[in-house]
């Protein structure tokens, strides 16, 4: 299993230099360095997950769309030895179930909401969204039977704050306010929907 997950680690790498040498490869004005415009050609290679049984690596890659003005993570699925290379969905956060027959990922729902959506690896690759909230979940983990899913969201919520601060010095540049923020940490659904 070790030398499985090292000939992973090293495809994903590969694969990551490979990227960045295309990335290198186009014309420009002083090859020898890189240009603050080259960044936008940039694509990275990043959170490699191999499947439980460690025949499959998921991981992403994410790229700067210029015209809109945000990052781009698309999850791409290969053999653990660097066939197969395919791009699966638009995500990022990507994690397996442990009995490697669903991957639960972050995207966007249709109001560019972040939400957590679950995809069934199977010949339908049936796909589920897994939560519909007004703030986006992150650090997800699997439950060990595969029923539940544990995420953070950030919430915010009224201050409680109850201590006076003194005035600005006239001139001062201080920040405009703090919020607070509570963490909602675990989502979970009837046994057996997903």
Not at 165 to 179: H, I, N, T, Y
Request: charged residues 20%; proline residues 5%.
């Amino acid at each position: 299993m070790k030398l499985k997950i090292l000939i992973a680690m090293a495809t994903i790498f590969s694969a990551s230099v490979g990227f960045c040498a295309a990335s290198f490869a186009k014309d420009n004005s002083d090859k020898n360095f890189i240009q603050l415009k080259d960044y936008l050609d940039f694509e990275r290679v990043g959170n490699g997950q191999i499947s439980p049984d460690g025949s499959q690596i998921l991981y992403s890659r994410s790229h700067i769309d210029k015209m809109n003005d945000k990052f781009t993570s698309t999850l791409w699925l290969m053999s653990f030895n660097g066939s197969r290379n395919r791009p699966m969905m638009l995500g990022q956060n990507a994690l397996w179930a442990p009995d490697g027959k669903r991957i639960a990922y972050v995207a966007s729902d249709n109001n560019e909401k972040g939400q957590i959506f679950v995809r069934f690896i199977d010949a339908e690759s049936a796909t589920l969204q897994v939560t519909s909230f007004a703030h986006s979940p992150r650090s997800m983990a699997w439950s060990p039977d595969g029923k539940q899913i544990a995420f953070v969201a950030r919430v915010p919520i009224k201050s409680t704050w109850t201590v006076t601060l003194p005035e600005r010095p006239q001139g001062a540049k201080w920040d405009r306010g703090s919020a607070c923020y509570r963490y909602i940490t675990l989502s979970s659904r009837p046994s057996g929907l997903y």
